[in-house]
T-cell receptor, first 112, second 112 residues
């Protein structure tokens, strides 16, 4: 069974631009969560989606948004990029709450 | 590869020795706990999990211990190998969410 895939793997943007990251969960998994990882803040929760509905949201500004499609694939969008948004963005999928979450390789976003 | 944490606590062990990585979790309502391993340039890899109705669970060369009284989790790795070198994170979550709260991580270095 294929693992969680994320595209693109690397991205370089400039301040003020926007970016869309994509995540394809493991087949059969309906829950997708997003995390931001930085050296200073560690791993922080962004959002959780299940069956196209956002079930939970972390403490990030409104510039961070996401969605989930009917095939469980998910995207997250960051608008008006800031230097501090440079991070590794990780997606995790699971069958549902309370089950193992498996992570993708992440998208490394660099904002210049 | 990129660093996942600039000032992580580090555990150095000799190849073949046993390793013990500790974690204090924050929420007494958390009832599901997971250990992840993250190698440089990769996403977190699921190692083992434990639910709050257990105090010990064993996998292949790994054991997780849970002490709910003091909110403490530990990961024991038997016969540590060079391939075990990585950053290890504990994570906690509750029954009604997929939101993972991660610890700060511990860097495990295995030397010959």
């Amino acid at each position: 069974k294929a693992g969680v895939t994320q595209t693109p793997r690397y991205l370089i943007k400039t301040r003020g631009q926007q970016v869309t990251l994509s995540c394809s969960p493991i087949s059969g998994h309906r829950s997708v969560s997003w995390y931001q990882q930085t050296p200073g803040q560690g791993l922080q929760f962004l959002f959780e989606y299940f069956s196209e509905t956002q079930r939970n949201k972390g403490n990030f500004p409104g510039r961070f948004s996401g969605r989930q499609f009917s095939n469980s694939r998910s995207e997250m969008n960051v608008s008006t990029l800031e230097l501090g948004d440079s991070a590794l963005y990780l997606c995790a999928s699971s069958r549902d709450r309370g089950f193992e979450q498996f992570f993708g390789p992440g998208t490394r976003l660099t904002v210049l | 590869g990129e660093s996942v944490g600039l000032h992580l606590p580090t555990l150095s062990v000799q190849e073949g020795d046993n390793s013990i990585i500790n974690c204090a979790y924050s929420n007494s309502a958390s009832d599901y706990f997971i250990w992840y391993k993250q190698e440089s340039g990769k996403g977190p890899q699921f190692i083992i999990d434990i639910r709050s109705n257990m105090d010990k669970r064993q996998g292949q060369r790994v054991t997780v211990l849970l002490n709910k009284t003091v909110k403490h989790l530990s990961l024991q790795i038997a016969a540590t190998q060079p391939g075990d070198s990585a950053v290890y994170f504990c994570a906690e979550t509750g029954r009604d969410t997929d939101k993972l709260i991660f610890g700060t991580g511990t860097r495990l270095q295995v030397f010959p």
